[in-house]
C-alpha cells in the first residue's frame, strides 16, 4: 500500500527562499520511496513523501520550523493511493 504524506507552509514575509532552503535541509529519520518539493505564489512551500506502509503507519514527518520562519503553522495531510 502506498501513503502521500504531505506538508504545505507559507513562509513569513520576505522569506520564502529560506523556507525553502531550510525544507530542502531537512533529514527524515527514514528514506521515503519519494520526495517531492513544490512552490506556490504567496511563499508557500510543499512536501509531498510517499510510502511503502499502511495508512495509519508511524512516518517520519517534517518538524514545525522555528524562528518566525513561517506565518502559520504547517498543515499536513496523509492520503492512501487507490493506484491509476
Known amino acids: 500500500?502506498?501513503?502521500a504524506l504531505m506538508w504545505?507552509?507559507?513562509?513569513?514575509e520576505g522569506r520564502g527562499?529560506?523556507?525553502l532552503e531550510w525544507v530542502?535541509?531537512?533529514e527524515l529519520s527514514a528514506?521515503?520511496?519519494r520526495r517531492e518539493t513544490l512552490t506556490a505564489p504567496g511563499n508557500r512551500v510543499l512536501v509531498i513523501t510517499w510510502w511503502d506502509a499502511p495508512y495509519?503507519?508511524?512516518?517520519?514527518e517534517l518538524p514545525e520550523p522555528d524562528g518566525g520562519?513561517?506565518?502559520r503553522p504547517p498543515h499536513r495531510w496523509r492520503f492512501e493511493s487507490l493506484g491509476s
Request: proline share 12%; aromatic share 0%; net charge negative.
Open 24 to 26: 530542502r535541509g531537512q
Open 8 to 12: 504545505e507552509a507559507r513562509a513569513a
Open 69 to 71: 520562519l513561517v506565518s
Open 17 to 19: 527562499t529560506e523556507l
Open 1 to 3: 500500500m502506498a501513503v
Open 56 to 60: 495509519d503507519a508511524e512516518l517520519p
Open 31 to 33: 528514506p521515503p520511496l
